[in-house]
């Protein structure tokens, strides 16, 4: 196992970091997609969920990004 990340200053404040987000991304999808199961059925349902989860995937494909640290 590599140890070398740990030995940079900032990355346990960013995997600190992106833990948190992660937590409050998941629980804030948890709440929509239960007000929409409780309201929708059907087709919409299936349109409505996979709309959300989308929605809630993008931010981390865009905005995850690994800085390069030169040595």
């Known amino acids: ?10 990355f346990i404040p960013f995997i600190i970091l992106t833990f948190i987000n992660v937590v409050v991304d998941i629980a804030h999808k948890i709440t929509i997609q239960n007000t929409i199961i409780k309201i929708y059925d059907g087709e919409t349902l299936i349109v409505l969920s996979a709309i959300i989860n989308s929605l809630m995937l ?4 865009l905005f995850f990004a690994v800085r390069v640290y030169k040595r």
Not at 1 to 10: E, H, Q, T, V, Y
Request: a positive charge; proline letters at 7%; charged letters at 15%.
């Open 1 to 10: 196992m590599n140890l070398s990340l740990f030995k940079i200053k900032s």
């Open 58 to 61: 993008i931010p981390f494909v």
